[in-house]
């Protein structure tokens, strides 16, 4: 085989350099290995953007050997550019372009075929939008490692935090393991985890990535984490070693209470206290006994301005509503090590139910609804309970007065209707957060029952019926006087009469009815009652007594009256008087004559 001549090489790269339009004068420094992983450089360019162009680019981390590596690049220039994007190796030697007029690519290599260190290249060129000529205006490179075993980070968590400065404290801790594969290679595989902690305890084997562990000794542990599995017949293997340093948890919990405090309250989100004297007390946690024979001290911060430091128990007196955040700052200090810890509370100091009072009537009618009006004073919420007992006011053993109800003002009003007589107590409670407050009314119910209703309807209804009574009587009495005067005016009545035998007309004439009432009943009575004069000679109307005018107000003549008389007679002639004392004869058949006719109508 003919060897080549260094000469032949340097015009090869010169040719491939002129096609990938890479300018040698831009590749500087001549050891591609000496630049920075993950670095950023500003390269100047010929088109004056030397001042403002430059080229950021990062990776995903280390490749396992046969999957790929994805670089981001993201170029600081102007805008209205037309960008090459030119990106590679010389060890491979393979390159890659892209034009686009974005600012920003992900550019994949997946040409490893060997583990270790390897630098990629990316060169950026730029075209003005009117332009013809590519200029070089920035580059830069990134290294990535490409292995062959796995890459593991492990991170703990306690309480829900990240533990990152590896400063752990006893009790239940969280340790999760990942396996680096941003692209899936090792997808679908078993991954077995074997986790061992240096405590004492023995090693854990788990094909899960998390564990849950409890630290129960101080002091500074190695954790060691190995990973295994096995792609495409190849043993992948990788582990992580990290130390942790363990410390005891100074815990606890305060206790604050109301001396005397027994009564059942409304429950609350933060701990209620009535204003006055709080009682307060800490409690200790120590699972592990860690602190046995530790030197405490306490520091009380009561959340209103006031701090001192005192013992395990404390008082202090409240004289302000609102919520407070207590503090306890606890210090331990066991074989010469000082432990800290801070300990919260947060209660809310509240009114209690004070001036309870409940009024209403004390004596009642049965059936009767009555209103009872509460009042009190005290902090809000606030709930109401009432029980209605015979008797007694003590209530029942199985009675509970649970609320159902909150209200915002410490007043209310209840309806109750007895139905029966009797001694009642009315029973209320007043509950809010922080007290509990009891009243108790006697109430007397009188009897309010059918016979009492019957007495009241009476009372209303008998004045009406004596009045309905009284107004008969009167009309009847009036009716009776009238109907018997009239049987006395027919009894009393006489007529009179001379007639002349040659002349058939007539020559004297009396007829008189003296009026017995003073008002007309009716048109019959009123004529009848009437007394009339004649002169016998003329026929004419001498002198006329009477109390009813006419009707149609014309001249009254003795033809008139005959006539009109004579149509009474018609009419009472088909009647009998009741007593019989007085009877209308019937019609003749003699010629009719003047004294005849007047004579059928008196």
């Known amino acids: 085989m003919q060897t080549q001549s260094p000469l032949f090489f340097l015009i090869v790269c010169i040719g491939l350099a002129d096609i990938l339009e890479v300018n040698a004068s831009y590749l500087s420094p001549s050891d591609p290995s000496t630049l920075l992983e993950n670095s950023t450089v500003l390269r100047p360019g010929s088109n004056g953007l030397q001042n403002f162009a430059f080229t950021i680019i990062s990776n995903d981390g280390p490749t396992v050997l046969g999957s790929k590596t994805v670089f981001n690049v993201t170029v600081i220039a102007p805008p209205g550019f037309y960008l090459s994007y030119t990106w590679g190796t010389f060890i491979p030697y393979i390159w890659r372009e ?46 990535v490692q ?139 946690v120590d699972k592990y006994s860690s602190f046995t024979g530790a030197i405490f001290s306490f520091v009380w911060d009561y959340g209103d301005g006031n ?29 010469g090590i000082e432990y800290q810890g801070l300990i919260y509370k947060n209660i809310s100091i509240k009114a209690p139910i004070k001036d309870l009072n409940v009024k209403s009537h004390s004596h009642l009618k049965k059936g009767t609804t009555v209103q009872f009006n509460i009042t009190c004073r005290g902090s809000s919420p606030v709930s109401f309970c009432w029980y209605v007992t015979r008797g007694s006011c003590a209530l029942p053993s199985d009675v509970i007065c649970s609320p159902t109800r909150l209200y915002h003002h410490c007043r209310n009003t209840i309806n109750h209707t007895f139905h029966h007589t009797g001694g009642y107590c009315v029973n209320v409670t007043v509950m809010n957060t922080v007290s509990f407050a009891e009243k108790s009314i006697n109430i007397q119910v009188d009897g309010n029952d059918s016979s009492s209703g019957k007495s009241n309807v009476a009372i209303v209804v008998l004045p009406i019926l004596a009045g309905l009574l009284l107004l008969f009587a009167f009309f009847f009495g009036i009716h009776y006087k009238m109907r018997h005067h009239r049987r006395l005016a027919r009894r009393s009545e006489v007529a009179t009469f001379d007639f002349r035998s040659s002349q058939n007309s007539l020559h004297t004439g009396q007829a008189s009815c003296a009026p017995l009432i003073r008002f007309c009943p009716s048109l019959f009575e009123c004529r009848r009652m009437c007394a009339v004069d004649y002169d016998t000679e003329t026929e004419h109307e001498l002198e006329e007594k009477r109390i009813c005018p006419d009707e149609d107000g014309g001249p009254s003549t003795p033809q008139r009256k005959i006539s009109y008389y004579g149509s009474i007679h018609r009419i009472l002639g088909q009647y009998r008087e009741r007593d019989g004392s007085f009877i209308i004869a019937e019609e003749d058949s003699s010629p009719v004559t003047p004294q005849k006719q007047l004579s059928k109508s008196v």
């Open 98 to 143: 892209v034009k686009t007029y974005e600012y920003s690519q992900k550019l994949e290599v997946n040409w490893w075929k060997s583990i270790g260190k390897k630098t990629v290249f990316v060169y950026i060129d730029s075209l003005k939008t009117n332009g013809s000529k590519w200029n070089r205006i920035t580059w830069n490179s990134s290294s």
């Open 307 to 335: 701090v001192t430091a005192g013992q395990l128990n404390t008082t202090h007196d409240y004289n302000k509503l609102g919520q407070v955040n207590v503090v306890l700052k606890v210090t331990a200090e066991k074989n």
């Open 146 to 284: 490409v292995i062959d075993y796995l890459s593991i980070n492990v991170s703990v968590h306690q309480n829900g935090k990240l533990i990152s400065n590896g400063k752990v404290r006893t009790g239940l801790a969280e340790l999760k393991a990942v396996v680096h594969d941003p692209h899936g290679f090792f997808q679908g595989s078993v991954i077995t985890y074997v986790w061992i902690l240096n405590d004492g305890t023995p090693a854990k084997v788990t094909t899960s990535s998390t564990i849950k562990y409890t630290f129960t000794k101080e002091g500074l542990f190695l954790l060691q984490i190995s990973a295994s599995l096995r792609k495409n017949g190849k043993l992948y293997e990788g582990k992580i070693e990290f130390y942790v340093s363990v410390k005891a948890r100074l815990d606890g919990y305060i206790l604050a209470w109301k001396k005397d405090d027994h009564h059942p309250t409304l429950p609350s989100k933060w701990k209620s206290l009535p204003l006055g004297p709080v009682h307060f007390q800490f409690h200790l």
